[in-house]
């Protein structure tokens, strides 16, 4: 892989993991579902210049409910109280787990014997954040992620069957869903006032639900769309293992997180078992590339 692709690789990493410390410092001025909404509200002018996939709506209506809404309103909603940022960068990434035994349990997908040992390894992990929950992550923490990463996995159900399609466009035509329906949610449970807790927003706080807008959505699946347009998938998803420890790196620096000995544990415990899932055996790795993460 040329130099220039591993450094948009880097830039894709850097923008997902450090997205995580975003969303806690836009939190401190925002209530979880209010910032859901606002942060694909301020995607929606890029409508006029990304033509909608050739998709049924009803699959862009799914994807914008489950991956947009479901995932970030579970997400959120754990950073708010329960979660730090860096372990929360991991743990989401149980989807990967999930999407593979709902797609054996859906559509009836072979499991690999490495992806099954890879599953009872991450879920071993989750077990290390259970027992010892109550520090960077609680109970009601994991919980949450885990409910939004179960969402992540049931809309990339959908996204299994959907074919060839502009990433970058599907998920912004997906931002159509959240906006609305996180506003009543907010105005019924957080604050019947939404547009002056918006108007009373810090600097930092607005720079941060436009760096989670911005650099997570459009920077992130446009390059690694052109990425995986250009190298086999083998080559290019790996990289995405590095997505929590920059997470967890970022929030260390960014945050002053310092997770315990315990959740060290678990996270390269889930690392092991991730990794364990992405690795496929030689004869598959000349399979078609896909148009987006």
């Known amino acids: 892989m040329p130099l220039r692709d591993l450094i948009l690789i880097g830039l894709v990493v850097l923008a997902w993991g450090s997205n995580f410390t975003a969303m806690k410092l836009a939190l401190e001025d925002l209530p979880p579902f209010l910032f859901v909404g606002l942060r694909f509200a301020i995607l929606l002018p890029l409508l006029a210049v990304l033509k909608r996939p050739r998709v049924p709506w009803w699959k862009i209506i799914a994807v914008g409910a489950l991956i947009n809404m479901g995932q970030f309103a579970f997400l ?55 027992l ?25 159900l959908v996204l299994r069957r959907m074919g060839p399609v502009n990433t970058l466009a ?64 083998s080559a290019v998803t790996p990289f995405a293992l590095l997505i929590p420890v920059v997470g967890l790196s970022v929030a260390w620096v960014m945050l002053g997180e310092r997770p315990a000995l315990a959740d060290w544990i678990g996270a390269a415990v889930i690392l092991v078992g991730l990794a364990m899932i992405q690795t496929r055996p030689r004869r598959d790795r000349s399979a078609p590339r896909r148009a987006g993460p």
């Open 76 to 130: 959120f909603a754990a950073l708010a109280v329960d979660a730090s940022a860096g372990l929360a960068s991991l743990l989401i990434q149980t989807q990967v787990p999930l999407t593979i035994l709902l797609s054996f349990l859906v559509f009836g997908e072979r499991i690999r014997p490495l992806q099954g040992a890879g599953l009872l390894v991450a879920v071993a992990g989750l077990g290390v954040f259970a």
């Open 132 to 156: 010892s929950a109550g520090g960077s992550v609680t109970l009601l923490g994991l919980c949450l992620i885990l409910s939004g990463a179960l969402c992540w996995a049931l809309g990339n």
């Open 170 to 233: 599907l998920f912004v035509w997906a931002s159509l869903v959240p906006p609305l329906p996180m506003l009543a949610l907010s105005m019924a449970i957080e604050s019947p006032t939404p547009f002056a807790t918006l108007a009373a927003m810090s600097a930092q706080g607005w720079l941060a639900v436009f760096y989670v807008a911005i650099a997570s959505t459009v920077l992130g699946y446009s390059l690694w769309g052109a990425l995986l347009a250009r190298h086999p998938a």
